[in-house]
């Protein structure tokens, strides 16, 4: 054949020698850049929608989650139920306990048996996963017409106790039940697949419900904790192969991931880039703090909240654009405290609010509260 733009026949030796070369370095470069990174490498284009993909799974349920969090803590309040609180303590003794977790865990995957250690996280995750999606499912279901029928005015009613030691308590409707039965049926597709699609509406089911429901009590242990979390997570990536070898082993949902081979294999790509759950969760629940901190003070403008989530989105994409830059492992957390902490406490200076910031103490304030309504 003749190609008529250069007018030269692709018989010619020179021509298929030529050829030849660009097919083998076609093959060898990516075999090459798999035996230095680990991984195959990826096109600009499936970086990009890999990249975008993680993107969007971190800032979403941020946003969901925390003003979710606002009704679920009214909701609390008023029903009595406790709301699961972070004391001084538990802040200080958080980075120690997931150190020791995060040793384990890798001493396991490195020296015994990932298989069965995954086999017992996967048969956990199946468990909370469900009650994390039915969670989510229930306000959708209750959204479908004729759904409102099976509304009944009184709860039913689980509880598991021994004498006045109560184990488990739950309230629940029949809307529940069938989100639980969605949610189950869910699961057991992702026992028996694992496929990324399942691990990712578990993770974000964790990432919106912990959001939600978790509380750090005050904004000053809300900034010691992300403070002491800035080097745990720059000490295990860039110190000791533990947090990546762990993130790479251990098959749970405890990431959200998106296949940088998407755009060649679709749902079937192998070849992942990911986020830990604990990037979005443990920035979330003190961007979510900072929403009832706003809701507190009685202003429609959540400008707290507001900068804490604009500040999230910039230390995410600075983590990005290091990552692609060296195409190394990258700490989240080392570009996401600096803006989420310190951009939200630099406007609270500037509007001559910070001490109001950081003294915000949502059980000191629910305790004030209740002083006024009992006087």
């Not at 030691?165 to 639980?180: A, G, R």
Request: aromatic fraction near 12%; charge should be negative.
């Amino acid at each position: 054949g003749i190609n008529a733009e250069y007018g030269i026949a692709m018989e010619d030796p020179v021509v298929q020698s030529a050829e030849g070369v660009a097919e083998a370095v076609n093959e060898i470069v990516p075999e090459a850049v798999k035996n230095v990174t680990g991984r195959a490498a990826a096109t600009t284009e499936g970086l990009a929608l890999a990249y975008a993909s993680l993107f969007l799974m971190a800032v979403i349920p941020i946003f969901w989650g925390s003003f979710r969090s606002i009704t679920y803590h009214r909701k609390s309040k008023e029903s009595g139920e406790a709301v699961e609180t972070m004391s001084t303590k538990d802040v200080y003794m958080f980075p120690i306990m997931a150190s020791s977790m995060l040793l384990g865990i890798y001493l396991i995957v490195k020296y015994l048996s990932a298989e069965h250690l995954n086999m017992v996280v996967a048969s956990y995750f199946f468990i909370v996963g469900s009650l994390a999606l039915t969670a989510i499912l229930r306000p959708i279901v209750g959204m479908i017409p004729g759904s409102s029928l099976l509304v009944e005015p009184e709860l039913y009613h689980l509880k598991f106790n021994k004498g006045s030691n109560v184990f488990v308590e739950c309230k629940f409707d029949m809307l529940h039940v069938i989100s639980l039965g969605l949610s189950s049926a869910f699961g057991v597709w992702y026992l028996m697949k694992k496929h990324w699609l399942a691990n990712n509406i578990f993770g974000l089911a964790f990432s919106v419900n912990g959001i939600e429901m978790i509380s750090l009590g005050s904004v000053k242990n809300g900034c010691i904790l992300l403070s002491l979390l800035f080097f745990y997570d720059i000490f295990w990536v860039f110190g000791t192969e533990v947090m990546v070898e762990v993130a790479k082993n251990l098959d749970a949902p405890i990431k959200v991931v998106f296949p940088m081979d998407f755009l060649e294999k679709g749902i079937f790509g192998t070849n992942f880039a990911m986020l830990g759950l604990g990037d979005i969760v443990l920035p979330g629940v003190f961007i979510a703090l900072l929403l009832r901190y706003d809701a507190s003070k009685g202003e429609s403008s959540n400008l707290y909240f507001y900068t804490g989530f604009v500040a999230y989105i910039l230390g995410m994409a600075m983590t990005i654009g290091v990552l692609t830059i060296f195409n190394a492992a990258q700490p989240a957390l080392l570009y996401l405290v600096p803006t989420c902490v310190g951009i939200p406490l630099l406007v609270s200076l500037i509007k001559g609010e910070f001490s109001s910031v950081i003294a915000y103490d949502e059980e000191v304030k629910e305790e004030k509260a209740d002083e006024k309504k009992s006087e």
